[in-house]
């Protein structure tokens, strides 16, 4: 049973949540504090974190940039309707999805197995009984998730793999915004290009020094570096 953490302030929201996410086989625990919900991600094991924006001791933002550090788990920020730069900001410091306030507990669920399914799964365009991808200086094994670079592991969210997991299954193919999209986000999401240029840029500063991603301008990226053998 997956276990999620809820870091929110909001004291009457925890309750009806743990229902709703135990009706579809989730286990909610709650935080109304950032150091609690530190202490408790520090602790315990959990498969997923939910972060409100608004927040006392430190706002949903810098309790990202602080969960990062440490992790890598999945990360779904509650932001306000309307905010997009809520949304643009918590992407770019390592939030995997964002809810807008105020929501449908259903659509809150959707989003946090969405993000579970993508963490468990093997990457679909890629399952064609090679699980272990080889380029010069990056190796990804696909059924452990991992990433090397230059023979070092590089630590990626479950969005910044699913991506380059994408590009890494047809070296050389652009895929586009749409494209990326559809796969990373799912339908259920709101749809909108910036978010892929976020996770593109995240992805190669991780992966610098090498420069694998190509921008095709108004077509889309795709990984340019050339495959080898694994040893």
């Known amino acids: 049973m997956p276990r999620i953490l809820l870091i929110d302030d909001d004291e009457h929201l925890a309750a009806p949540l743990t229902t709703y996410f135990a009706r579809f086989g989730c286990t909610l625990e709650s935080a109304v504090r950032p150091s609690e919900g530190l202490a408790r991600l520090r602790a315990g094991t959990y498969d997923a974190a ?62 946090v197995q969405t993000i579970l399914r993508r963490q468990r799964s093997v990457p679909q365009a890629a399952a064609n009984g090679t699980q272990y991808r080889v380029f010069d200086g990056l190796s990804i094994d696909l059924d452990r998730r991992q990433v090397l670079r230059h023979g070092e592991r590089v630590e990626l969210t479950g969005t910044e793999f699913e991506l380059l997991a994408l590009l890494a299954a047809e070296p050389g193919k652009v895929f586009s915004r749409d494209d990326i999209l559809n796969r990373l986000r799912g339908h259920e999401a709101e749809l909108y290009t910036r978010a892929v240029d976020i996770v593109v840029s995240r992805l190669r500063k991780k992966l610098e020094p090498l420069d694998c991603i190509k921008t095709l301008r108004n077509a889309g990226y795709a990984l340019a570096v050339a495959r080898s053998e694994p040893a």
Not at 78 to 88: F, N, S
């Open 50 to 111: 939910i972060l409100d924006v608004m927040l006392p001791e430190m706002d949903g933002f810098a309790l990202c940039r602080e969960i990062r550090k440490e992790s890598d788990i999945p990360i779904v920020m509650l932001t306000a309707r309307g905010e997009v730069m809520d949304r643009v900001v918590g992407l770019e410091l390592g939030a995997d999805d964002y809810v807008p306030k105020p929501f449908e507990p259903r659509e809150l669920v959707a989003r």
